[in-house]
């Protein structure tokens, strides 16, 4: 099973859609999560943080369950801007901290 | 934030060279990371760089192939050796926020080897 699990995608959506991402993470003692976006050629960006109880940020609202060691990222209204990839980021604590980055969920937003 | 300076941006190399990628902090920093995403695929790992000891790699990464510098608290240099068709990718360089664990990137440099 692999550290960190996302769906490649694409979602397809139009503009003005919700669409929402799920990402699997296979350590519990994984103690910090995140969300980065990448544009298409270019580096990775932090979107947010992801909090126990859960956090938004404008459109976007992130959540965490432990107990099924998934995170999730919906985005409300999508714009044409918000096309990009979504990294999942998952701090693992194996001794040491490590930050482990799923494939990332690429999001294509049309017309 | 930090601001990082990576160069060269993308290179086209033959097989069996070697490069070396550049990457410049605008602060000091404790840590600097080396992160490689080949095409469809996570960013990995490459190894940790502190400033006066040797770098930490990651399992699968190994000095020789990866030889790494630090001479001083922002500056890194990665060196892809010997370089194989497999080496394509895009390398980054990265540092975190202390406080809020949060990764800064470089641009990145797209390497491709022929």
């Known amino acids: 099973r692999k550290e960190v699990e996302q769906d490649p995608g694409p979602f397809n959506v139009p503009e003005g859609a919700t669409v929402a991402f799920n990402c699997t993470y296979s350590n519990s003692a994984s103690q910090s999560f995140f969300w980065y976006r990448q544009d298409c050629r270019k580096e990775p960006k932090l979107l947010m943080s992801?909090?126990?109880s859960g956090n938004e940020d404008g459109r976007f609202t992130a959540q965490l369950n432990r107990a099924s060691q998934y995170i999730s990222l919906l985005i409300r209204d999508s714009k044409l801007s918000d096309s990009a990839t979504y990294l999942c980021?998952?701090?693992?604590?194996?001794?040491?901290?490590?930050?482990?980055f799923g494939t990332g969920t690429r999001l294509l937003v049309s017309p | 934030s930090a601001v990082i300076s990576q160069k060269p941006s993308r290179d086209i190399c033959q097989r069996g060279t070697s490069l070396t990628i550049q990457c410049q902090v605008d602060?000091?920093?404790?840590?600097m990371f080396w992160y490689r995403q080949q095409p469809g695929q996570s960013l990995t790992l490459i190894a940790t760089a502190n400033q006066g000891s040797e770098a930490t790699y990651e399992s699968g990464f190994v000095i020789d192939k990866f030889p790494i510098s630090r001479p001083n608290l922002t500056f890194s240099t990665l060196t892809v050796s010997n370089m194989s068709p497999e080496d394509s990718s895009i390398y980054l360089c990265s540092v975190d926020d202390d406080n809020t664990g949060e990764l800064f990137f470089g641009e990145g440099s797209r390497l491709t080897v022929l």
């Open positions: 992801v909090y126990s």
């Open positions: 602060s000091q920093v404790t840590m």
């Open positions: 980021v998952v701090m693992m604590n194996t001794g040491f901290q490590k930050l482990v």
